[in-house]
């Protein structure tokens, strides 16, 4: 969800208040951020608020970065996650990739690759979204379309009507290999 301005909003999850600020200064100008200081603060904001990114520091007091990955994507599952890992902190970074995570950023921060990773998510989103808006639009011509067919059937339009009302002779060998006939009806719509 943008917002009215077509702006991307973003929660910025971190419990250093220095790193909110500086994430929030480099993103504020294309996206609308808000920060929450713990895991706990950000999951409350998300049940409240859609978000279309989350970007959260891994280790955190409380629930951590990564026990936060599968909350987020039971409560909202559009958001993108990306994690926030300082040095040395790869294998934590691949758990929150494994948890869900869309992508992981490193400490001391590369602004380029911050912003990189947040546009890359962001577009990762919007085509979740198209594709649950095709699925959708799909879905209903599907029942649409199933609905005519059935009406088209019972108004006389279906194979077992088309034949002036006569049923197909199937020819069916007996036991003995005689010319025995079945008779059925066969009813496949088209």
């Not at 200064?25 to 279309?52: H, I, K, M, Q, Y």
């Not at 649409?144 to 077992?160: K, L, Q, Y």
């Amino acid at each position: 969800m943008l917002t009215s301005g077509g702006r991307a909003n973003i929660l910025i999850v971190d419990d250093e208040r220095q790193i909110r600020w500086l994430l929030r200064s480099l993103l504020c100008e294309s996206c609308e951020c808000t920060e929450a200081g713990s895991a706990e603060e950000a999951l409350d904001l998300l049940r409240r608020r859609e978000f279309n990114l989350i970007l959260s520091d891994i280790t955190m007091g409380g629930i951590t970065g990564l026990e936060m990955i599968p909350r987020v994507l039971d409560l909202a599952p559009d958001t993108v996650v990306i994690m926030v890992s300082g040095e040395g902190h790869i294998e934590s970074a691949i758990e929150a990739m494994r948890a869900g995570a869309f992508d992981y950023v490193t400490k001391p921060f590369d602004f380029r690759q911050v912003e990189a990773a947040v546009r890359r998510g962001l577009e990762h989103r919007a085509l979740l979204a198209a594709k649950r808006r095709y699925e959708r639009d799909l879905e209903e011509l599907v029942k649409r379309r199933t609905e005519e067919g059935a009406g088209e059937e019972t108004a006389g339009g279906g194979i077992a009507n088309q034949g002036g009302g006569q049923e197909a002779g199937l020819p069916v060998g007996g036991e003995a290999g005689g010319d025995t006939a079945l008779h059925a009806g066969l009813h496949y719509p088209l």
